[in-house]
C-alpha cells in the first residue's frame, strides 16, 4: 500500500483537487516522490511536491496546513512515471543534504505520525463508504428514470466527497456510472442498474484495489515474480483529458492464465507494458487484487513471433469459463475471451455451433475480415457482457496476429 500523508481529520473534506482533473497539468511521479501543478484560486499555479518516503511535503500555496490539500489530492492520483522537472530535483536534492534525525524519539515520532495517518485514512474511507451507502439508497428511491434529471453539480458532489474520504476507485465509478447516464443509449437503464449494484456490493465488500488503496511499484516487485512466456493480445486505451492510459492483456504460456499490463502518461500515448502481438520471455510481478492481475514488469529478456496459443472451441465454453474471474472480481468491465473457428454474420461472430455474440464494428473488425478473406478464424478480445472487442486473429490452430 502507498504510504500517504493525511491532514487533521476534520480537513479531509476539503480535498477536492482530484475532482477537477482540468485543474492539474505536469503531473508525475518518480517513487516515492510524486509530483504536479494545480491551478488554484491564486495569479500563479502552485507547484506541488510530495515524498513519500520521507513522509513530507512542498507546496507554494499560502496554507498553514501540513499537509495542504494539494499534497493529499496529488496523493489520489494515478500518476505516470515521468523523469523530475528541475523544480522538483532542486527541492529533493536540497532535502537530501538535510540529515534525517535518527535519534529514538524522532524515530518514534515519525512512527506514530504514519499510525495517526493510517487512522486517519481509515476512518475518512469509513466515513465515504457509509455516505455512498446513503446516497444509493436515496437513488433507489427516487427510481432509475430519475437519473437524467439530475444536474452536472449533484455528479460532481458524490465523486468529490469519495475524494475528500480518499477512496477514489468510488469516484470513478459514480463518473462511470454518469457517463451511462448521460449517453442514453438504447439500453442505458440496464447498464446504469448495473452499475448501481455494483456500487452497492462494494460498499459491502470493500475490495482495497476497487476502492483506490494505491500499491507502489516498488512495494510491488519486491514480491515474488511470475518469470513466463507472456503474448499480449489485446489492448484498451482512454484518455480523461488529464492522463492517457493503455491496458494489455497478454496470455502466460505456463501459467496458463491471463494478467493485465497498465501504463500511463501525461504527454503523448503510452507505451504498452510488453511489445505488443509479440510472445516476449519476461519476468512480471502482480499487484493485489483477483484475475486477471494487474502486474510489473521486471526483466524482458526478448521477443519473438508468438507460436499458437490456446482457445475454447465455442462461445459457450468461453464465456463459462469467465465465471472465477467475474465471482473473483465483478466489478471488471471487460473480460479476455477467444473462440475457435468462428465466421462473421450479421453483426456477429458464430461458432462451430452456430452461437453468435455480437461483435464490435470498428477497424479490428475490418482488418480481421480483410487477413481472412471470409474464411473461418480463431478470435481472441474481450468481453464486456455485451458486445466482443476483436483484438487478434489466427487461421484455426495458427499463431495469432494482433488486429486492435
Known sequence: MRPKLSGARNSVRVVRTRAVAGRWQGLGKALPVLWGVYSGSGKSPYLVC?????????????????PCKHARGLQELDLPDALPPPWVEEWTTRRRREPLDESPE?????????????EARSEAMAGGVAGLSDWLVDVAAAGTASLPGHSAAWWQNIAARMI?????????????????????????????????????????????????????????????GWSDRWIPLMRAESDDGRVRT??????????????????????????????HGQESSAELFPYPGAAPFRVAL??????????PIPVAESWRLAIAALEPLIAGDP????????????????GHLVDVDQRGVPVRD???????????????????????????????????????????
Open 50 to 66: 510530495v515524498d513519500l518516503a520521507a513522509g513530507t511535503a512542498k507546496c507554494t500555496c499560502p496554507s498553514r496546513q501540513f
Open 246 to 275: 493503455v491496458r494489455q492483456w497478454a496470455w502466460g504460456r505456463q501459467r496458463r492464465e491471463w494478467v493485465v499490463g497498465v501504463r500511463h502518461s501525461a504527454v503523448g500515448a503510452p507505451v504498452p507494458l510488453l511489445p
Open 106 to 118: 524522532a524515530v518514534e515520532r515519525r512512527a506514530k505520525a504514519r499510525a495517526s495517518r493510517a
Open 164 to 224: 475528500d474520504a480518499q477512496v477514489p476507485g468510488l469516484a470513478s465509478a459514480v463518473t462511470a456510472l454518469q457517463e451511462t447516464v448521460m449517453r442514453a443509449e438504447p439500453h442505458w437503464t440496464v447498464e446504469a442498474a448495473d452499475r448501481l449494484g455494483a456500487l452497492h456490493l462494494m460498499t459491502r465488500v470493500q475490495p482495497p484495489w476497487r476502492l483506490g488503496v494505491t500499491v507502489t511499484e516498488e512495494s510491488v516487485k519486491s514480491g515474488e
Open 298 to 307: 521486471g526483466e524482458l529478456a526478448g521477443s519473438r513471433a508468438p507460436d
Open 362 to 404: 470498428d477497424s479490428a473488425l475490418d482488418l480481421a475480415l480483410a487477413i481472412t478473406g471470409g474464411a473461418a478464424f480463431d478470435a481472441w478480445g474481450l468481453w464486456d457482457g455485451r458486445t466482443f472487442r476483436l483484438g487478434a486473429v489466427a487461421t484455426p490452430g495458427g499463431p495469432p496476429e494482433v488486429v486492435g
Open 331 to 346: 466489478w471488471t468491465r471487460l473480460l479476455p475471451v477467444s473462440c475457435a473457428s468462428v465466421r462473421f454474420a450479421g
